[in-house]
């Protein structure tokens, strides 16, 4: 993804301020322990909605939990109403949780809306503060005002094993309401801190997934059926396997977009993780190289918004939709938060066929290849297959499209929104198309098919990039960034939550490759935050300290691998990425490998580079 430094909202949109509004220091992936499977992902807030009455809640002040007039819920009826009278006023809420100490990572996450008659843009008169315990967590201000509801997070990881009285406190002046108001609190666990598994292969393997589905009229409604086949590459047994349902991030818990029912194959847990992973425990464990199939009902419904999973208006944008397995390797099972600044997403290589039924009015560009057959009155039926891919997005509207081919022999579809004029999708074309060239000349030849982009200029993130298929603006530099992604998380995998790096900065690398950047001049203007501060900083860290993201694994990470190329040589720099993309061909790459293979490219000792360049793994 390609972030920009600002966002246009939609209803239920989140604002950069839910990118920013965090205090404590996330955990880098190297200072994480080892983990396995021994922890059970929980949510231990109870009643975090509200909509069961005030237990086990303690309000300062009866009423503070309500659903009377003046504010709304996130979700549901009730909410938490804190101040909001323009006097002199204190409101707090509180409960006992207990974190528990079987798993790595721990995550508070609420929903707030900061309503103030406050006119300051910059001083904090009334105040919200979150407490564990003595310890502050986060404040925010009435200079957090927003429209809506705003997500916040906050990694409390550190206080696995401990029962903490968590709490929310509202302090307002004595003139000028403001009103703090919470929805949809939780704090899940997930990871652990038992030893890892003897065998560290990567499993379930071989994924396959078979969908069937069908639209409402306008695209944004899509019911059916999804199963998924898979094999247990590992010696350690299988006896769970765990659904990645993303976009539940984009919803509620009690009214979430993603709805997995009716089961088969297995029996489903509860929901953990904000809601976006589902176990589901095999009738009997799977010893290496079995094979099992799950299948289930599936339900989405698109929110509003311009973003990789929401509509604009008549266009729906349908990335990270379908649930995918998530991955057990020697770390256990990774089930890492969703994060809006970057990626979370780590998945195995996978084969799909989706079948997508809708009205005939859109037009439904999609991974893979896609062929379209008439089906009842008024309807068509988009069939799309796409093999050894991590990931299956599409999108529904009534599209604009041109196509052509690369001089390279790859089909290339542009579908643009209704704003988008047609000298700007003739240019996308020709970018794109000149970009997989540029990419396939380098790291190998694009597996895909066709290549699909689709264009709106209201997409607040400027580009997303799924396999074989592209969410962008019209930009010739965020639309070759983009399309550089088919190869770095594409076919070259990698851990996106815990190695962001191995995907952004290699594909901005492979960007001013393809743009004739040279990076010189890159470290002009360098400046490190801190000494925590890495290239290779897991996205945890990059959530709390989301200003720093873009240009650390962005701009310092490209500037890294253009210093490298400067000390192996031009040459030598392109086989090494050439012979690292062939070597991990639909596998997946991490930080280890990749020192170790710039490290057998050269008699020159690479320990003081990496060290330089604080890329650490």
């Not at 199963?227 to 769970?240: D, H, K, P, R």
Request: glycine share 10%.
């Amino acid at each position: 993804m390609r972030p920009t430094p600002y966002r246009k909202l939609g209803t239920g949109a989140l604002t950069a301020a839910a990118l920013i509004a965090l205090c404590l220091p996330g955990t880098p992936a190297a200072a994480r322990p080892s983990a396995a499977a021994a922890c059970t992902p929980a949510q231990t807030v109870a009643n975090g909605g509200f909509e069961s009455g005030t237990s086990p809640w303690t309000q300062s002040t009866s009423g503070l939990i309500t659903s009377r007039t003046g504010q709304s819920a996130h979700g549901g009826t009730s909410f938490a109403w804190l101040d909001g009278t323009g006097r002199t006023r204190t409101d707090t809420l509180t409960q006992s949780v207990t974190v528990p100490g079987d798993c790595s990572t721990a995550t508070l996450s609420f929903h707030l809306h900061v309503d103030t008659a406050e006119t300051t843009s910059s001083t904090a008169y009334d105040k919200l503060t979150v407490k564990a315990g003595s310890t502050t967590l986060a404040t925010y201000s009435n200079l957090d005002r927003a429209s809506g509801y705003v997500r916040k997070t906050v990694d409390v990881s550190s206080y696995a094993g401990q029962t903490v009285s968590l709490s929310f406190t509202g302090t307002e002046d004595s003139s000028l309401q403001t009103s703090f108001v919470l929805d949809d609190i939780a704090l899940d666990t997930s990871g652990t801190t038992t030893p890892p598994p003897a065998d560290s292969v990567r499993t379930p393997a071989a994924p396959a997934y078979t969908v069937s589905l069908s639209s409402d009229s306008t695209g944004t409604v899509w019911n059916g059926h999804q199963s998924a086949t898979f094999t247990n590459a590992s010696a350690t047994a299988l006896g769970e396997v765990y659904l990645r349902l993303w976009d539940n991030y984009h919803g509620t818990c009690s009214a979430p977009p993603i709805k997995v029912s009716n089961v088969t194959g297995g029996t489903a847990g509860d929901l953990s993780v904000a809601c976006t992973a589902l176990k589901i425990t095999l009738p009997a464990p799977l010893a290496q190289g079995q094979s099992a199939t799950i299948g289930f009902d599936l339900g989405i419904t698109v929110p509003e918004g311009a973003d990789r999973f929401g509509h604009d208006g008549a266009f729906s944008f349908i990335g990270n939709a379908l649930p995918v397995l998530a991955v057990r390797d020697g770390g256990g099972w990774h089930l890492d938060p969703y994060t809006n600044n970057g990626e979370s997403f780590y998945s195995l290589a996978a084969d799909f066929k989706v079948t997508l039924d809708h009205p005939s009015t859109l037009l439904v560009p999609a991974t893979g290849t896609s062929t379209d057959t008439p089906g009842t009155s008024g309807r068509t039926v988009t069939t799309a297959t796409a093999s050894k891919v991590r990931d299956f997005a599409w999108a529904a509207g009534p599209f604009s499209k041109i196509s052509g081919t690369s001089p390279g022999g790859v089909p290339v579809n542009v579908y643009s929104v209704s704003n988008i004029s047609s000298s700007s999708a003739q240019s996308m074309l020709s970018t794109a198309k000149s970009a997989v060239d540029a990419h396939a000349g380098r790291f190998g030849a694009y597996p895909y098919g066709e290549l699909d982009a689709v264009i709106d200029n209201n997409f607040w993130f400027g580009g997303m990039e799924y396999p074989g298929f592209v969410l962008d603006l019209v930009s010739t530099t965020a639309l070759t960034h983009e399309i550089a992604h088919q190869w770095w998380y594409g076919i070259v995998g990698d851990d996106e939550y815990n190695s962001p790096w191995l995907d952004e900065s290699f594909t901005d690398y492979a960007t001013d490759l393809a743009q004739g950047k040279t990076g010189s001049g890159c470290w002009s203007s360098v400046s490190w935050a801190s000494s925590a501060e890495k290239i290779t900083n897991a996205m945890a860290y990059w959530d709390t300290h989301s200003s720093r993201y873009s240009t650390v694994v962005y701009g310092y990470g490209k500037c890294a691998l253009h210093d490298l190329r400067r000390v192996l040589g031009d040459t030598a720099m392109a086989k090494l990425l050439k012979d690292y993309a062939t070597a991990h061909w639909y596998g997946v790459s991490t930080t280890a490998e990749f020192k170790a293979a710039a490290q057998a490219a050269t008699a020159t000792d690479l320990t003081s580079f990496w060290t330089q360049h604080r890329i650490e793994g």
